[in-house]
């Protein structure tokens, strides 16, 4: 069948050592996700297609892997997904570093995963004026705070390392030096980017600035980045931070708090800290709250800022591990608790005005609800973090310069529970709806504003970076949301790149949910199109009739009328045993599929139904 030919001709063009199938090892890896909860082994509707992982070395691999997916209408995606080998000497390599959105949009079922995982060069010009570090796509953080370390600067990047530059960048980013630089995308100089068309684009503000526009807040929505060049900043001396942990008293969090909301509001920019709750490692089954502490200074300066958080709380810290320390050491610290694996999901809330002390308690007595009467795993581990960034150069940008919004003076929260079954998959995604709803909903009780309508405010929408449930693109873009819809339709019409439920473009019409109605199976699996649509992409005429049989496409006859001897295929479809004993489900899966398959010319199609079962046996 074309999907067949799809792999074929990928493996054509690219070779077999960056294409890989279900079975090996290479595939395997390429579907692990931080959050297994939105891993997706690539099963389909059909089993007769289960997707293919592609290795791309080159942006020029990108563009070919891209163009042969659309000819061929399968579904796309990637991921930012690299093993790290930069770790601290207790802890384990981390499998799942990159990837580490929980929306599942960097997974696909059965279609093509693009894995950048071997896009990791990283190169530093230290004598430029302002110096720069550019790195591929599927560099982690780690890689890229250790690269610039060595010739003493600093970017603003993850606070956990493990995660990729990719989606932490195009959704802003956020980071320890925020407060002097801005976010990421603030200090993002130029990005090379491939289209949907398959063009090779490098974008800034003299060079494709719309497109450059888009990509500072939008960019996985018009493309894959296979390369950014940064502002990097000096960092001659070490940082001074870490780790405070305190029992989940009233009297501890309302101190913690309270304590942060200053930092805050008096900081030069220089100090920020993290709140929040968790199980650490260390103290299994054991709630605890902590607060995350930065200052860039000498330990002096930062052991002095900090000292009222410990020698006035009213409760002895459990454990402290304020020191001083070199810059990406720094970035180390939350990424340990982060490196477990567990199935995930996060949501974010952006609010206004100082974090009361009630909101935060509030958020903890829901989570010690959530996990006493209806998810026990999640009391294993499991986080709700609240972000104090000195605000100044962040807001210091217009929201309207770039398609990232959140420019209003807020802060951030993110609740991410971490369970192991998949029956608690439901419960926990309206677990963490609910309670972000009922942050923004105390803290505008507590400091009389109302935070519902905050959406609606020039320069706030959600930070699409700790949204794991698919919030409206208008509501994360707010006033520029229409500008993007005009980009997107400028550069990708066609809707390449939709697994996000964001922007899509004009030209289309009618919504995504209109067109997967009528032709679902076509989108997913590529029925419709033969191999002979397909020119080589090496600029070669090749005879696609000298193929083995094995590798050979049926001929599309260009007329009508289907002249010849048939090709006949057959479409195995397993479904679990409740929706294949003669349910109503299962016909109208037959009927999609015939619908589809009655485009092909030239084709006999031989539909046989078995339960999942006996397919799983038959595949084994």
Known sequence: MALSYFISDLQRVLGTEKVFTAGSQEYKQGLKRWASSIEKPAWPVLTIFKGVVVYPTSPQDVATSIKLATQYSIPLTSVCGKPSTHRLPHQRPDNRAGGHGTSGDSSTDGGLLINLRRLNHISVSATSKPPTLTCGGGSL???IDVA???????LVGGTVNNTGVAGYTTGGGFGWLSGRYGLAID????AEIVLADGRIATCSATSEPDLFWAVRGAGHMFGIITSFTFRAHPQPDPVYGGMVVFPPSGPAISHMI???????QSSDGRTAMFCGFTTPPFMPGKRIIFACCFHDGPASEGSSIFAPLLADAPVPPIRSTLASMPYPAMNEVLAMAASSEGRRVSKGASYQGALPPRAFERVLELYEDFVANACPE????????FEFYPLDKVCGVGAREMAFVNRARHSNAMIIPRWRSERYDPICREFTRTAMEELKRVVGEENGRDQDGQEELEGLGEYCNYDGLGTKAERTFGANFERLVELKTRYDPENVFDKTSGVRAASEG?????KEREAPLEKKTGL??????LLPLDGTEEDRSTRSPSSTAPTTPTSDTVSGPQVTHEIVISAKPDIYEGSSRMEEILKEVRNATAKMQGVNVVVTMRPLATAQEEDR
Request: negative net charge.
């Open 141 to 143: 953080w780690c890689e």
């Open 148 to 154: 610039a370390a060595q010739h003493s600067l600093s």
């Open 187 to 190: 200090n993002l100089l130029s």
């Open 258 to 264: 309270t304590f942060a909301n200053r930092i805050q």
């Open 378 to 385: 999640a009391g294993e581990s499991g986080a709700c973090l």
């Open 510 to 514: 009618r919504s995504k949910t209109e």
């Open 528 to 533: 419709s199109h033969s191999a002979d649509e």
